[in-house]
């Protein structure tokens, strides 16, 4: 059920479809909802936008994404509330890409925005004519999707690029869909657990302590994730991840997920990060320390 007033913030020719909150238990060690929080509501709402035209069921959505590209824009703290609003931004033979966009549902405030892109080769849809305007907000900004390099072909070719494990689990059943598919959100969840493995490997003395006082943290801006062959229910998987470049505060990161059952990458990714000042609620500079800590992770 879909209200007919003008929601805060509301974008012309999206259609609101969910409503909910940031649940404490959903926020990370930066107090703040954790990545695959966000990409779960995100989806969610797209489902109900497709089941709106057309689609069978909800279930039937998630299998067919095979991209999401991700902008962060505001922190969602706990007990925020939030509405997500989505419509399609492209759609033509072989693709549909909608577009969602996360609101504080009080201020409006627009907290993240995805664009998401399904297979669409053989479903048959009732969309609308109109296609929505994507604002410069939910653009890609540091992550041009043209200009990101292919992953590697094999996982020694992973390893000899300078890609580290730094994640390693088995796909629980309650991570996937009634398929046995693992579903995407979970994708990034994984990929943001096995970050501190990373960050252990560049954090100073210092940088430690700041941490494990709860004094800095970190955000990510902007993510890609793009699925190849999904994960499924009892698969071995690797995390490896990486250092693509260095800004003044900003680190991009490459991230790839490594089926060891079938011997095969199920997902890869990119993301711009910075590290946060936990007090300040700001980006800090990568320190001189710091730098000289991640220039050797730089992969070849």
């Known amino acids: ?5 003008l929601q805060p913030g509301q974008l012309p020719g999206l259609t609101p479809c969910y409503w909910g909150s940031v649940n404490q238990w959903e926020c990370d060690e930066n107090d703040h909802q954790n990545v695959r929080y966000y990409a779960h509501k995100m989806n969610q709402a797209l489902q109900a936008l497709l089941v ?12 067919r994404i095979r991209a999401q590209h991700i902008r962060f824009l505001k922190e969602s703290r706990a007990a925020t509330p939030l509405r997500i609003d989505c419509g399609v931004a492209r759609a033509d033979g072989s693709v549909l890409e909608l577009l969602s966009v996360m609101h504080h549902n009080v201020s409006g405030e627009m907290l993240a925005a995805f664009l998401t892109i399904f297979d669409a080769a053989w479903w048959p849809l009732r969309l609308p004519e109109a296609r929505v305007p994507v604002p410069e907000a939910a653009q890609p900004r540091g992550l041009n999707p043209a200009e990101l390099p ?6 020694e070719e992973a390893l000899d690029r300078g ?13 996937c869909d009634r398929g046995g598919r693992l579903l995407p959100h979970v994708y990034i969840g994984r990929i943001s657990d096995g970050m501190p493995n990373l960050w252990g490997l560049v954090a100073g003395g210092d940088e430690r302590s700041a941490r494990e006082e709860g ?3 970190g955000a990510a801006l902007e993510q890609r994730l793009t699925l190849h062959a999904p994960l499924r229910e009892g ?18 990161m490459a991230h790839l997920i490594y089926d060891e059952t079938n011997r095969r990458f ?14 300040t609620r700001k980006a800090v500079p990568i320190s001189a320390e710091r730098r000289a800590r991640l220039e050797p992770l730089l992969l070849r």
């Open 1 to 5: 059920m879909q209200s007919t007033d």
């Open 266 to 279: 199920a997902a890869s990714g990119e993301a711009v990060g910075v590290a946060m000042d936990l007090v």
């Open 235 to 252: 698969a071995v998987f690797s995390q490896l991840s990486g250092v693509r470049a260095l800004g003044n505060k900003t680190q991009q």
């Open 150 to 155: 292919a992953p590697p072909a094999t996982l």
């Open 163 to 175: 890609f580290r494990i730094v994640g390693r689990g088995v796909i629980a059943a309650d991570e």
């Open 52 to 63: 709106g035209f057309g689609a069978e069921s909800p279930a039937e959505a998630l299998p």
């Open 215 to 217: 004094k800095l943290g």
